[in-house]
């Protein structure tokens, strides 16, 4: 099922409770340790990694910044790289040029007004090129230890699907999720939701005889 096809189909199952939703985050916190996949030592490869993430897989973009990290580590030595060098490190990268413009850039803007270091404001971050708010949720997140939710393709499709949190765009799923997740959930929820979509609530094969919650699911089209 598409996404748009789960968004559409999520309006008409019925709202999980209170208890189901806390069942449901019990689950996943003893079964996966709450880990993000993008290689990075700090903020700011944080940062580039996730901005490089668009459209590309997780491992792409390690192998990508193997070594472009190596390369340059901090803003200062990113924008003394420069746009082209950038660009020959993640060419195997999709829109591998847009991006080595944005990474140069919002290095450039951090030394010029964050004094090179990557702001803890989403604001401050979403005015940086390449920067959206689920980028800057990652940020917030994994880095600084803010409890969002960051709502990607696959978090998107389970919150529909499953009918946990149904909503027609990121931000709608991201808000709901955010009113229903119990508070002790919330820091970990979005690795926890993204990695089930990576790997088990799959978009055209999913993997219900291995989900752990399917028993709570609501998609009357499970397969097992």
């Not at 580590?73 to 490190?89: I, K, W, Y």
């Not at 030394?111 to 989403?122: K, N, Q, S, T, W």
């Not at 409890?147 to 998107?156: K, Q, R, S």
């Not at 919150?159 to 949190?165: C, S, V």
Request: hydrophobic share 45%; with cysteine; glycine share 8%.
């Amino acid at each position: 099922m598409a996404n748009a096809a789960a968004a559409a189909h999520g309006k008409t199952l019925l709202a999980w409770s209170e208890e189901e939703i806390a069942e449901a985050f019990t689950r996943f916190e003893a079964q996966d340790p709450p880990k993000g996949e993008l290689n990075h030592t700090d903020a700011f490869t944080l940062l580039v990694a996730v901005v490089l993430s668009a459209q590309a897989t997780d491992t792409g973009v390690n192998k990508a910044t193997t070594g472009l990290f190596a390369a340059a580590a901090t803003p200062a030595a990113m924008v003394t790289l420069g746009e082209e060098e950038v660009a020959r490190h993640i060419r195997t990268l999709g829109l591998y040029r847009g991006k080595a413009k944005n990474v140069v850039e919002l290095s450039r803007l951090l030394l010029e007004r964050h004094a090179g270091m990557v702001p803890r404001d989403r604001e401050a971050l979403e005015a940086l090129p390449g920067v959206g708010r689920k980028t800057a949720n990652v940020v917030l997140n994994i880095a600084f230890g803010a409890p969002t939710i960051a709502v990607d393709t696959h978090l998107f499709r389970v919150a529909n699907r499953t009918g946990l949190a149904p909503g027609p765009t990121p931000l709608a799923v991201e808000l709901g999720l955010e009113a229903r997740i119990p508070d002790r959930f919330k820091l970990h929820a979005h690795h926890w939701l993204i990695l089930h979509g990576r790997y088990i609530c799959k978009a055209s094969r999913p993997e219900c005889g291995r989900c752990i919650i399917a028993d709570l699911c609501r998609w009357p089209e499970k397969r097992f």
